[in-house]
């Protein structure tokens, strides 16, 4: 078997003197959907930020330990840029600190100025992802004007055009009803021949039967790797 596409070996992080992450060892496989459960401070955004060296950006104080491997290789010294084009990490502070431009001005920012926004791939995907209004409302709409599930489902969509190997998505399937949740499952599975895709979530059901791996994590550390089955016969009496 060859090499995982991800894999944390021994990994520890602290950051301003805390403990984030303690001895984490995790593969993820090509094309497979993983699902990192666990409570807030559980450790599953600071493990998505360190793939892409996204830690060493927000926090002034940060020490690790062990290694992140992307294709076989070590990621500690890699290039940052070339990682989050292979790496798309999302989170709602993206959508934030860019909220005062227009939807038009987003998908140009991620696609470049010779989009066409009303081709067949941009309205199926809209159409996929149940924000078809998007385009009837106007691509002028503001960022900052979108809320709920359309603000959450076209976070999506701009990771989806980026067109990287592995979408990892820092809990922002947990903003969706569950509406909008079973769209993104069937978008979801409708992505896994192309993409690697990882969700961190606290609403670990809306998510549960589409995963390939499950990961639980709680203070840092994973307590649970493996699949739904096992999970079952680990946890006999979880109402998860």
């Known amino acids: 078997m060859g090499n995982p596409l991800i894999e944390f070996r021994n990994f520890s992080l ?140 076209f976070l999506l969509m701009l990771a989806i055009l980026r067109e990287p190997e592995v979408i990892a998505l820092d809990c922002i399937v947990d903003h969706l009803d569950d509406e909008a949740a079973l769209n993104v499952q069937n978008v979801v599975l409708s992505l896994k021949q192309k993409y690697t895709l990882i969700l961190a979530t606290r609403k670990m059901p809306n998510f549960l039967p589409i995963s390939d791996k499950i990961i639980m994590m709680k203070n840092g550390k994973i307590e649970f790797e493996g699949t739904k089955k096992e999970m079952v016969f680990k946890f006999p009496n979880s109402n998860i």
């Not at 290694?67 to 993206?94: C, E, M, P, W």
């Open 14 to 153: 602290k950051i301003d003197g805390n403990s984030l992450l303690e001895d984490i060892s995790l593969k993820v496989e090509e094309k497979n959907v993983v699902l990192i459960y666990g409570p807030r401070s559980s450790g599953k955004s600071a493990l998505l930020r360190s793939i892409v060296h996204l830690n060493e950006e927000l926090f002034d104080s940060l020490d690790f330990k062990g290694d992140i491997f992307f294709h076989g290789q070590s990621i500690i010294n890699a290039d940052r840029k070339f990682l989050r084009r292979k790496i798309a990490y999302v989170d709602t502070s993206f959508i934030e600190s860019l909220s005062s431009l227009t939807v038009n001005q987003m998908i140009t920012l991620v696609k470049g100025r010779n989009v066409d926004l009303y081709s067949d791939e941009m309205v199926n995907l809209l159409k996929q992802l149940g924000v078809i209004d998007l385009l009837k409302a106007g691509m002028h709409t503001y960022v900052e004007d979108l809320h709920g599930n359309t603000r959450v489902l």
